[in-house]
């Protein structure tokens, strides 16, 4: 187990509600890693405890298209350090607002073979009973060789207090499923409907839902209105987006099931076949 005194600190990247980002590097390995500093000070011993719980859980998962965790330890300073691994290519949010600033849709290949990897890793979670509670394009980083990796496994939604729906209504909830405003438990399928706002933002490069303020947005999410489909994406990618926008939890597919449709089968075996050459 290794400590702070390991990296070097290299510039700051980002600050979340319950902590600071920074991009670090291994005195020793050389390589670039981020760590996430969360403050404990304020929180309670239970949520002290889950915090700590959270990050040896997220130790165990190992996915090509998950963040990967390195290690974690506590300072004397109060804080919990969570290093985990660099995806240089940035976060999906990003590059879809560059997109959208050059006026430039992306390729369908290119949307399906991202919805693709994001189906894996939430596959391979979902496999071990964990939901990720908090997808959106903001948590979904790119490698340098354009591949996925999906982080932000709920580390914030732990310290945050999940019981408290007020708190995990920081910020707008734009990837909220219908099903959550009314008190309904988080489950698998509230991460569907995530995946698919998601994917119709890496469409449209827009929101799915978006308002003013949180009260149309809400009204938006319940209105049952489907949002439009740009015309220039097939059908069954479209058909795939409305499914897992669904209104009703148990109509929306479930990941296994999106990865058996044939038209995602296709193009599994595209990448497959283009890998192997």
């Known amino acids: 187990m290794g400590g702070l005194d390991d990296y070097d600190i290299l510039k700051a990247i980002g600050k979340g509600s319950y902590g600071e980002v920074h991009l670090i590097q291994h005195k020793k390995e050389r390589k670039q890693y981020v760590v996430k500093k969360l403050a404990l000070q304020k929180v309670s011993r239970r949520e002290r405890k889950a915090a700590e719980s959270e990050a040896k859980l997220l130790s165990q998962l190992k996915h090509p298209n998950i963040v990967s965790y390195k290690d974690s330890f506590e300072n004397d300073d109060g804080f919990l350090y969570i290093v985990m691994g660099f995806a240089e290519g940035g976060d999906l ?17 290119q949307v399906v073979r991202w919805f693709i990897q994001i189906c894996m890793a939430l596959q391979y979670l979902h496999q071990k009973h964990i939901l990720h509670r908090d997808l959106k394009t903001q948590n979904i980083f790119l490698t340098k060789a354009k591949m996925i990796k999906v982080g932000d496994l709920g580390i914030a939604r732990v310290l945050e207090g ?116």
């Open 93 to 109: 949010y990003t590059k879809l607002r560059e997109q959208r600033e050059k006026d430039e849709f992306l390729l369908e290949v």
């Open 162 to 277: 999940a019981s408290d729906m007020a708190t995990t209504l920081i910020g707008t909830p734009y990837y909220m499923s219908p099903e959550l405003f009314s008190n309904k438990p988080y489950n698998h399928k509230s991460d569907v409907w995530a995946l698919g706002c998601c994917v119709y933002e890496m469409t449209t490069l827009k929101h799915a839902f978006n308002a003013k303020d949180m009260n149309s947005l809400v009204y938006k999410i319940l209105k049952k209105k489907m949002p439009k489909m740009p015309a220039m994406y097939s059908e069954p990618l479209c058909e795939l987006i409305k499914i897992m926008l669904h209104q009703t939890a148990e109509k929306r597919p479930s990941v296994n099931r999106i990865l058996r449709n044939p038209f995602i089968k296709k193009h599994i075996q595209l990448f497959l076949d283009e890998s192997s050459r």
